[in-house]
């Protein structure tokens, strides 16, 4: 597989094309933003951990039949995708309160929620990515109602598949947020799963164990991925 042109460069990843036009590079960088690419700084190691972490969740997604678009760990920073056409459209799922939903709604943070809830965002920093409903995704052309009630199933499966296994590894999945694209006319979930765009409290201390700790400047961010790696026996070089 050959590397070629650089296509899109995100806060924290770069794609590439390659010789095949239905496969693309994504380039895991050590670069961590938040709130909307305000805040940016470059964390040791940080591409390697997300890049192998990515890989292994969806590797365990695809095996339990959720349509990804990974291919192959290529290095520890690369791994090869299927080239999909992205929908801007973010899907949220919540079992536990915080962050956004504690701030527009006044909910105690850790408040248990039951059914999970699920929220959609449009990816668009430089809007702050609004939080938008199903009709605005249906009238404004990012997805069609079948599309978009796929990515919510896909979305639901994902948490029930993960849930469990970080509660096996002694972690809360707060929250998350998955993105999609479409492959030959299919919904496929594209983008990534790391501790960068979820919530992992540890069960017994509630200690965060994901990137609010950068959010909110707490330290140990990549001390804290890297134990959420090992629990999940995700192998790190
Ligand atoms: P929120 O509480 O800021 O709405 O975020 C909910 C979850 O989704 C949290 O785990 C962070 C993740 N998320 C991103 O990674 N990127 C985004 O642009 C948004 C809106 C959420
Ligand atoms: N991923 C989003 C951003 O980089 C939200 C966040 O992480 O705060 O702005």
Not at 48 to 72: E, H, K, S, W, Y
Not at 139 to 168: C, E, K, P, S, Y
Request: negative net charge; glycine residues 8%; hydrophobic residues 40%.
């Amino acid at each position: 597989m050959e590397k070629r042109a650089e296509l899109y460069r995100g806060k924290a990843k770069s794609v590439f094309t390659t010789d095949d036009p239905d496969r693309l590079i994504l380039l895991f960088r050590n670069d961590t933003s938040a709130f909307d690419g305000k805040k940016i700084e470059q964390l040791d190691r940080k591409g390697m951990v997300n890049n192998r972490f990515n890989a292994f969740i969806m590797q365990t997604l695809q095996a339990a039949g959720v349509p990804t678009q990974f291919d192959t760990l290529l290095s520890d920073t690369e791994c090869l995708v299927k080239k999909l056409d992205m929908i801007p459209v973010e899907c949220v799922v919540r079992n536990y309160a915080a962050g956004s939903l504690v701030k527009r709604l006044g909910i105690e943070e850790g408040t248990a929620l039951a059914p999970p809830t699920f929220e959609l965002f449009l990816k668009d920093d430089a809007k702050g990515d609004p939080f938008i409903n199903a009709s605005h995704v249906v009238t404004f052309g990012w997805a069609t109602a079948d599309q978009l009630a796929r990515m919510q199933a896909l979305t639901l499966q994902v948490n029930d598949i993960l849930r469990a296994l970080f509660d096996q590894a002694g972690l809360m999945l707060v929250d998350f947020k998955l993105e999609f694209g479409l492959f030959k006319g299919e919904i496929v979930l594209g983008d990534e799963f790391s501790p960068d765009g979820c919530r992992l409290w540890d069960k017994d201390t509630k200690k965060k164990m994901d990137k609010d700790r950068f959010r909110q400047g707490l330290g140990g961010v990549i001390e804290a991925y890297e134990e959420v790696a090992q629990r999940l026996g995700v192998p790190l070089s």
